[in-house]
């Protein structure tokens, strides 16, 4: 009398001995059932060695300390160097436009500034005050003037008062003592006007905290 038996399935040794068989040189290879192993490639992303703010800043004052004053050369370059970049690198123009500074390179921070504004990047009051000061040590007064006055105008109670000292000691400078009590008025005029918003905070309170006691 004939009996049959069901053996394992043929496919079930080759896993077992892939398993047993895993090579330990293969440190960065897959094992992929009984076709041994497969090796895996560095992803295209991640080959390329990423770049620090430093090493991007320091080529940024490079790259335009090497042109010359004509601003579609300088705003070129500034465009090309940012080109490639996914997010606008605010961090690294930053810290160029403090080792420009540090270098006395007047010309330079105010080119490099205006791009950035018509970039729609970086308009701080930092930002502000370091393309005023520029503008000043540069000897452009009515430049710097028409500046304080756009943002004495946009940002009248929120001023900071380096602006308004930084004016002051210009117009000292030049012995523009007219100009000197004009400052002075418009410091005294925020300061008024910010008491008085205070005053009526405190006797007042603000509407929508009243809405929500």
């Not at 430093?54 to 004509?70: A, D, F, M, Y």
């Not at 080109?83 to 605010?90: Q, R």
């Not at 961090?91 to 205006?114: G, N, P």
């Not at 990047?121 to 520029?134: D, E, F, H, I």
């Amino acid at each position: 009398m004939f009996s049959v038996r069901c053996g394992p399935p043929a496919f079930a040794f080759g896993l077992e001995r892939a398993a047993i068989t895993h090579p330990s040189k293969f440190s960065t290879l897959v094992v992929c059932g009984a076709r041994g192993p497969r090796p895996r490639y560095p992803r295209v992303w991640k080959t390329r060695k990423r770049i620090g703010t430093v090493s991007k800043s320091q080529k940024l004052v490079e790259c335009v300390k090497g042109l010359s004053n004509v601003k579609e050369e300088v705003y070129g370059a500034l465009d090309s160097f940012v080109a490639w970049e996914l997010e606008f690198p605010l961090i690294a123009v930053k810290k160029a436009l403090k080792t420009l500074e540090d270098e006395k390179e007047w010309k330079r921070i105010i080119q490099v500034i205006k791009w950035m504004f018509n970039k729609g990047q970086g308009k701080t009051m930092g930002s502000y005050y370091t393309l005023l000061n520029a503008l000043i040590e540069d000897g452009r007064v009515e430049e710097a003037e028409e500046l304080y006055g756009k943002i004495f105008s946009r940002y009248l109670e929120g001023l900071p008062h380096t602006f308004f000292m930084r004016m002051i000691s210009l117009y000292y400078r030049l012995e523009s003592y007219q100009k000197m009590f004009e400052v002075g008025i418009q410091i005294y005029y925020t300061f008024v006007l910010m008491y008085t918003l205070l005053m009526l905070i405190l006797d007042h309170g603000f509407p929508c905290m009243e809405e929500q006691k």
